[in-house]
Each structure stands twice: as C-alpha cells, then as structure tokens.
C-alpha cells in the first residue's frame, strides 16, 4: 500500500537463474490476484517483491513480463487512473499512446511487444512500479494538497 517502503525504490533486474519454476508460480498467483481485484496489472513490487517483472491484462490476453523496458514511445493519451497500491485515488496522467517494448517472458525468451491505448497505458503503469513511481507523482502541487488532506482523513482499520 501507499507508504510502503518497497513501493518507492527501483526494482532490481532479475537474473537468468532466477527464471524458474518458483517465479513462474509467482506469476500465476500474482494473474489471479489482479483477476481477482478487478485489475488491469499488477507489478511484483505491489506484492512486496523487490524484482523487475509484472502481470497484465488490459482485456486482449495475459501478459506476465520479465524485465520490461520501454524501447519507443509515441504520442500521448490523457485519462483517470487508479491504482491498486492507492485506493480510491484517481489521477489524471499523461502518457505514451504507443510503447514498444522488450522483455522477456517466464521462460526467458527474448520478446518484443507493441502496445497502444489502454494496453500502452497499463504497461507504462506497471513498469512506473519498478522504478518507484506512483500515480500520486503525477499530481500538481493543488491535487497534491487535496491528497493529504485525504489520507489523513483515512479511518484506520487496525
Ligand atoms: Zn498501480
């Protein structure tokens, strides 16, 4: 959640002797946690693992990336996201309409995608997760005051 340490750092590559059976399982049970939060993608570091990989399904197929990086990045889509390392915010954010990526997949294979709308858009989420950046990071300084306000409101549930 928002406030966790492990959410804020930058994610560490994962190794070719790390791409085993363990992770694979990792993958499948971070797809039907996503599923089962009505989500669109989850990072590794959402589940408190401090590694460069993710899942994503933005309505066309699953997607579970291995050190995922953004090669290209075209145009720009502007719409509310939410999170679910931040509930009940929505921001606003400005993104790539189309990324180019490479990754590899759970078996360690070498891919190349190509993502535009809301597929493009989950990605560049995702992998903002990797590198420690939130949606609250693309709030101006009036929606970041409006924010605090907010979480300090929060009722605490102990
Ligand atoms: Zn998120």
Redesign the pocket.
Known sequence: MIGDAVLRDKARAVTADEINDDLREVLSKMSRLMYASKGV?L?AK?VGIDKRFLVADAGDGLYKLINPVVVKKEGVQCMEEG????PEVYVKVNRAEYVVLKALDEHGKNIELKADGLLSRVFQ??ID?LDGR??VDYLNWVGKIKLKKKLSGRKIKA
Do not use: D, M, T, W
């Open positions: 993608g990072a959402q999170c679910l390392s931040v989420h995702e997760h939130l949606i």
